[in-house]
């Protein structure tokens, strides 16, 4: 089984900060990429960053400039710090995790975090 923990969501003012964190846990394999979705009210899930194996990233043009990915690989940890925040980035972030094993690959997803930007 695997685990993806995130932490880190929030109120926060527009303008603000937070920095979310998803820790993987269980069996865990070659992790591949690792991500961030979003999913407003009435909206489809959209992919924010993503960060590969090798730390190469990957942004929306909405967050760019204003969102960070990284990675700690030691620590099976994805982070989103997200800067300058605006109403229109309110919605449940979800962590997602892919993993190779035996030449096929899996695809995990957290449980989401809330994240309200206030104006």
């Known amino acids: 089984q695997v685990q993806l923990v995130e932490s880190g969501g929030g109120l926060v003012q527009a303008g603000g900060s937070l920095r979310l964190s998803c820790a993987v846990s269980g069996t865990i394999f070659n992790i591949n990429i690792m991500g961030w979705y979003r999913q407003a009210p009435g909206k489809q899930r959209e992919l924010v960053a993503a960060?590969?194996?090798?730390?190469?990233?990957n942004y929306a043009d909405s967050v760019k400039g204003r969102f960070t990915i990284s990675r700690d690989n030691a620590k099976n940890t994805v982070y989103l710090q997200m800067n300058s925040l605006k109403p229109e980035d309110t919605a449940v972030y979800y962590c997602?995790?892919?993993?190779?094993?035996?030449?096929?690959?899996?695809?995990?997803w957290g449980q989401g975090t809330q994240v309200t930007v206030s104006s």
């Open positions: 997602n995790v892919h993993m190779i094993r035996l030449g096929y690959e899996y695809s995990y």
């Open positions: 960060i590969s194996s090798g730390g190469s990233t």
